[in-house]
């Protein structure tokens, strides 16, 4: 069963610190691999999205990584800012005609003034 | 630039009531989703359209049924609510059925509460 894993499931840290959350999955079948940031009571916003032959994609102060041999990604958050206060979560896409995507539980990311 | 669209935001049903879930997106995406987001369950698929006019079950059907009007939207249907779908729901698109090249893109939720 394809299923992806999140820890931790929170993490607090104060602004300034650069930090890395976890994802790992169980298929390393994975077409691409997606990050996605969610505020509270709001919708899913695309962060980063690395394609199968990628290693690493980067977006400002971000920087996402994907190892399938090993099945992990990270996500890398640079001096973190208070802003950066969300529930993060990657999803793997095994791709086929339903091309669902598989979630991870998510990591809610604390950054502290 | 819209996006992905969602309506409404926000409802309340008594058990038993019917409603429908609006979705629209202006991307031109072939494919499109319904997920329902659960506290400690995460995001699950309800239902999926690969492409226009076609429509199949996703890992939690039940309860449910959907219609893809056109390219564009794609709607979700409760004929009877019951408590246990009391959940946010979030509307979905790609480019196609594997979302390889783009990915997906979100709504921004609808909160259901069944009384």
Same mark, same amino acid.
């Given at each position: 069963? /394809?299923?992806?894993?999140?820890? %931790?499931a929170?993490?607090?840290v104060?602004? =300034?610190?650069?930090?890395?959350?976890?994802?790992?999955?169980?298929?390393?079948?994975?077409?691409? +691999? /997606?990050?996605?940031? /969610?505020? %509270? =009571?709001?919708?899913?916003t695309?962060?980063?999205?690395?394609?199968?032959?990628?290693?690493?994609?980067t977006?400002?102060?971000?920087?996402?990584? +994907?190892?399938?041999? $090993? *099945?992990? $990604?990270? +996500?890398?958050?640079?001096?973190?800012q %208070? *802003?950066? $206060?969300?529930?993060?979560?990657?999803?793997g896409?095994? =791709? *086929?005609?339903? =091309?669902?995507l598989?979630? *991870?539980?998510?990591?809610?990311?604390?950054?502290? %003034? | 630039n819209?996006?992905? @669209?969602q #309506?409404?935001?926000?409802q309340?049903?008594? #058990?038993?009531q019917?409603?429908?879930?609006?979705?629209?997106?202006?991307?031109?995406?072939?494919?499109?989703?319904?997920y329902?987001?659960?506290?400690?369950m995460?995001?699950?698929?309800?239902?999926?359209s690969?492409?226009?006019? @076609? #429509?199949?079950?996703g890992?939690?059907?039940?309860? !449910?049924?959907?219609?893809?009007l056109?390219?564009?939207?794609?709607?979700?249907?409760?004929?009877?609510?019951?408590p246990?779908? @009391?959940?946010? !729901?979030?509307?979905?698109?790609s480019?196609?059925?594997?979302?390889?090249? !783009?990915?997906? #893109?979100?709504?921004?939720?609808?909160?259901?509460?069944?009384?």
């Amino acid at each position: 069963k /394809q299923e992806v894993t999140q820890i %931790p499931a929170a993490l607090s840290v104060p602004e =300034g610190e650069n930090l890395v959350l976890n994802c790992s999955f169980t298929d390393s079948a994975i077409y691409n +691999l /997606q990050w996605f940031r /969610q505020d %509270p =009571g709001k919708g899913l916003t695309s962060l980063l999205l690395i394609q199968s032959s990628q290693r690493e994609q980067t977006s400002g102060r971000l920087n996402a990584s +994907l190892d399938k041999s $090993s *099945g992990r $990604s990270t +996500l890398y958050i640079a001096a973190s800012q %208070p *802003g950066d $206060s969300a529930t993060y979560l990657c999803a793997g896409n095994y =791709g *086929g005609s339903q =091309g669902n995507l598989i979630f *991870g539980k998510g990591t809610k990311l604390s950054v502290k %003034p | 630039n819209a996006g992905v @669209t969602q #309506t409404p935001k926000f409802q309340v049903l008594k #058990t038993g009531q019917s409603m429908t879930l609006q979705c629209a997106q202006d991307m031109n995406h072939n494919s499109m989703y319904w997920y329902r987001q659960d506290p400690g369950m995460g995001l699950r698929l309800i239902y999926y359209s690969a492409s226009e006019g @076609t #429509t199949d079950k996703g890992e939690v059907p039940n309860g !449910y049924n959907v219609s893809r009007l056109n390219k564009r939207e794609f709607s979700l249907r409760l004929e009877s609510a019951a408590p246990s779908q @009391t959940s946010v !729901y979030f509307c979905a698109s790609s480019e196609g059925p594997t979302g390889r090249a !783009y990915g997906y #893109t979100f709504g921004s939720g609808t909160r259901l509460t069944v009384v």
